[in-house]
């Protein structure tokens, strides 16, 4: 078959994966090399859906000997089959590199024999790109469940960050869509990688020259909307990825219906508002110092449409405000609605020169729009009500869209406010 | 009134600051080039640019006030934003006194200005650095062309220097007649036109023709949204995109 039509069918196959980042990595270039990565992460183009490309997004081979229900390249399915070789694979990488399409490759696979004969192929690859071709931009690999830690550890050494996905959050999901996937399978290689990646990273704290193992750490992928659980479950989850794992991000990815299943939700398009709360609610928690406990509990379990995470949070919780702006420490303020990381950061700056009116709010570019209820400044509130809850519900939903559907993402309208350039860049979140 | 006219350099822009102190005169404005139509009341006077002059107000702003500065002077700069010359002098003029602090008073308009120009100049010096497309042509040299609203060439060569430090290229704003052209050693920024058409190898059509295909099947057709793609990348860098042209 020729490469051209591989690419097209290995393609279609990767691109429900939905992490393309390729930050967390300071890679250099070497003599004589090709590539290096940017701590920041960079993206190259946008697809027609609005998904940032970073990285060459691709399976290996989307063969697949397993069934399961929620996957469009599960054996049952009919569809047509391409395998790339290794060989293919670093053509493609290194050529679609030299022309700047890219920042590296993201290299997944379907199961397509034993999980080890599997993994040892994606092995060969990166190390091919890294030994042979001397390629030294982002990689990202998928850790194959159920391979040897040996393989894992091995291709471990030549990439940058690697990704184990959970995709169905609860131990029932899994049985009934993915019967032959065991959840300690998916959690081997996950303990394995987390703890190997600790130990490196504490003796490359004592040598430099210590070889570098995952550097941009570890990552995974939840599927949202293919089974009943509850945004609680989900973020409660996600949480202790953070926690107990130490992982660098979770994925979220609205469930696109591939197939018709009895126990799959029968819907007609992804729950992308569903998606999208979710992802706010977990840069809540990686980086506002929020807990999920405080955002969901069993009486509320799920996000509501009309309001994001944070301003839900505050509006139960209005003995925490009014915020006096002079005063606030970091913590305090990035809990105020529509004040996020980058204009907490900027108030803290403006205020060791003189403290601040809501004048000073304006001209250094905080949007007043929800805050303006949650704060003080000087000792003076500005929201043109009291402040009781009844009276600011209507005042703080978010407009229906207008042009869109109820689950058009014009919803995603969020300031370019940044945490990392290609995170704002994507928009899968922003500033809350 | 009085207008003062550089030659478009930075260091002729540093040298008009430097003559508005020694001289004691603060023009209405600091322009790159000669005014096109001819005003009643403005009287144009054109800066010669003096290294060493400019050299003085560079020095002094890095230890007199920060190097931060400077480099947020640099790019308002690069932006090439009309009023960005009395801008930065207003910015200066006001550094002079709060030093190292100048940064820090984001709620003056004089900070906030400067800081605003020089956050689009970086803002699009990011994206271009993921945006750019280089073409393989005959002799092996890599080609990109480009049409950026500010000046970044310059901004842009230092990370292809070190990513693709194996190969030769040049990358050319078209809108400016400028490129940075890199012979696998160094780079330097030339005045540059394309004397002929591109040629394209067959290797690079085959290339461009598998990029293409690529993009066309990475997006999922229940999650098309064209306002999004479009705010996350404006439509007018997609002239040079090999997958949108
Ligand atoms: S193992 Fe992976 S590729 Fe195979 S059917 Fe399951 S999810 Fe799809």
């Known amino acids: 078959m020729e490469i051209l039509k591989k690419l097209k069918i290995l393609a279609d196959s990767a691109k429900y994966d939905v992490s393309c980042s390729s930050s967390g990595s300071k890679r250099t270039n070497q003599p004589g090399g090709l590539g290096n990565s940017a701590s920041s992460g960079i993206c190259h183009t946008w697809t027609a859906d609005g998904r940032c490309i970073s990285l060459l997004k691709i399976l290996q081979s989307n063969n697949c000997v397993y069934n399961c229900s929620y996957c469009v390249n599960r054996v049952s399915n009919d569809l047509p089959r391409a395998t790339l070789t290794p060989d293919e694979l670093c053509e493609l990488t290194i050529n679609f590199y030299r022309r700047n399409y890219i920042e590296g490759l993201f290299l997944s696979t379907a199961i397509y024999s034993s999980p080890d004969h599997t993994m040892e192929m994606l092995l060969q690859t990166v190390k091919k790109l890294r030994e042979e071709h001397n390629f030294h931009g982002y990689i990202h690999l998928k850790a194959i469940p159920g391979a040897d830690n040996l393989l894992i550890e091995a291709a471990g050494k030549y990439v940058d ?16 869509l993915a019967p032959q996937k065991k959840r300690e399978a998916i959690i081997k290689p996950m303990t394995f990688l987390t703890s190997n990646i600790a130990a490196r990273k504490a003796e490359r704290r004592k040598s430099r020259k210590a070889p570098s193992f995952v550097p941009a750490g570890q990552t995974t992928q939840l599927i949202v909307g293919a089974t009943p659980d509850p945004d609680l479950q989900i973020l409660k989850l996600s949480e202790n990825m953070y926690k107990r794992f130490g992982l660098k991000r979770v994925y979220y990815s609205a469930y696109v219906p591939v197939s018709h299943h009895p126990h799959l939700p029968d819907i007609s398009s992804p729950p992308l508002l ?72 900027k108030i803290l700056t403006a205020r060791r020169m003189h403290s601040l009116d809501f004048d000073d709010l304006k001209r250094i570019g905080i949007t007043m729009k929800r805050a303006q209820y ?25 407009s229906p869209p207008k042009t869109a559907g109820p689950e058009q993402p014009s919803l995603f309208s969020f300031s370019s406010d940044v945490i990392a350039p290609e995170d704002a860049f994507s928009s899968v979140t922003g500033e809350i | 009134m009085l207008d003062f006219v550089y030659d478009g350099s930075f260091n002729g822009l540093l040298t008009a600051i430097y003559e508005i102190y020694y001289r004691r005169q603060v023009p209405q404005q600091l ?20 290294e060493t002059k400019a050299g003085k107000v560079y020095e002094a702003i890095d230890t007199k006030i920060s190097s931060r500065s400077l480099r947020h002077i640099y790019y308002a700069y690069l932006s090439e934003h009309m009023e960005a010359g009395i801008w930065i002098y207003h910015y200066l ?15 003056d308009e004089r900070v906030h200005r400067i800081h605003r120009l020089s956050q689009k100049v970086s803002m699009e010096r990011h994206r271009l650095l993921g945006l750019l497309r280089f073409q393989l042509l005959r002799g092996n040299i890599y080609y990109a062309a480009l049409e950026p609203d500010h000046n970044v060439v310059e901004l842009l060569a230092p990370h292809f220097a070190a990513r693709m430090a194996g190969q030769n290229w040049v990358i050319h704003d078209v809108s400016r007649d400028l490129a940075a052209v890199f012979n696998r050693k160094e780079w330097v920024a030339t005045d540059f036109t394309l004397q002929h058409r591109l040629e394209l190898l067959k290797e690079e059509e085959y290339y461009q023709q598998l990029w293409q295909e690529y993009y066309n099947s990475m997006a999922i057709s229940s999650r098309i949204n064209p ?19």
């Open chain 2, 31 to 50: 322009l790159s080039s000669p005014g096109q139509t001819p005003k009643l009341f403005v009287r144009e006077e054109r800066i010669i640019t003096d």
């Open chain 1, 161 to 176: 960050r690697m990704s184990v996905n959970i995709e169905l959050p609860s131990e029932r999901g899994l049985r009934l």
């Open chain 2, 93 to 107: 003029h006001l550094g002079w006194k709060l030093g190292n602090k100048l940064d820090l008073l984001l709620s």
């Open chain 1, 374 to 398: 949650f704060i003080t400044c000087k000792g003076k509130y500005s929201g043109q009500t009291a402040m009781e809850e009844h009276l600011l519900r209507p005042r703080l939903t978010l």
């Open chain 2, 227 to 245: 306002r999004l793609q479009k705010r996350c990348m404006p439509q007018r860098y997609w002239k040079h995109l090999v997958e949108l042209s």
């Open chain 1, 274 to 345: 569903r998606e999208h709360r979710i992802y706010q609610a977990d840069w809540l928690l990686r980086f506002y110092g929020f807990q999920a406990d405080e955002l969901l509990n069993e009486k509320n379990p799920n996000f509501t449409e009309d309001y994001d995470p944070k301003t839900d949070w505050a509006l139960r919780n209005l003995d925490y405000f009014p915020v006096e702006i002079n005063r606030a420490d970091y913590e305090k303020l990035l809990r105020v609605p529509g004040i996020g990381v980058k204009s907490a950061r």
